[in-house]
């Protein structure tokens, strides 16, 4: 939450966050502002995160189209960027029996990652990096792998903060500022776990 206040300077219509605990995965969102979320989300507990502020660019500014996407209850996603192939993504995953609850193309990220998971996040989230064409920052998280963020970027950036006992992954800087001095920015086509 603390990270999501210093980008507020950016400007967004939309924040949520998604913590994986002991009940699985517990998603709060909103269409107001990041101090309404944390409101909403003191509620939540989890041993890993993942939140984001959204400018919408595919959906309009509803709570349905705000990050974090899931799929089927078992990966969040969060990103930034456009994904160019969505279209003809979520035309093959529908034909898979994946349903779409948003106008998202973040949506298509989360269910194709879902459709390439069995036991290994790292490798579901690039093997679907891998079908993804346009440009992108992404984290993701598992229902059942509680203790794992996995980033990957093309084209949009993505920061690593390593602080005590703990990791960060951020599209900027500045969202880790007070946390962590110790940064690192991923390379294009990098995909990254952490726990």
Not at 26 to 41: I, P, Q
Not at 120 to 148: E, M, N
């Amino acid at each position: 939450i603390e990270g999501l206040r210093r980008l507020e300077y950016r400007g967004y219509d939309s924040c949520g966050i998604a913590l994986v605990g002991e009940n699985g995965i517990g998603l709060t969102r909103t269409v107001s502002r990041v101090a309404d979320l944390a409101a909403k989300a003191q509620k939540q507990s989890g041993k890993t995160g993942i939140a984001h502020t959204r400018w919408a660019t595919h959906g309009a500014p509803a709570t349905e189209n705000a990050h974090p996407l899931m799929s089927r209850g078992e990966i969040a996603v969060v990103h930034n960027g456009i994904i160019e192939n969505h279209d003809e993504l979520r035309a093959e995953l529908q034909s898979k029996g994946y349903r779409f609850e948003s106008q998202t193309d973040t949506e298509v990220i989360a269910h194709l990652v879902h459709s390439y998971y069995t036991d290994d996040l790292p490798d579901a989230v690039r093997r679907a990096a891998q079908r993804l064409k346009g440009a992108y920052a992404i984290a993701v998280v598992a229902k059942s792998d509680p203790s794992t963020v996995v980033g990957a970027r093309a084209g949009s950036p993505l920061v690593v903060g390593v602080g005590k006992g703990e990791h960060f992954l951020a599209s900027d800087a500045l969202a880790l500022a007070g946390t962590t001095d110790q940064i690192a920015f991923l390379e294009e086509g990098d995909v990254v776990a952490i726990g």
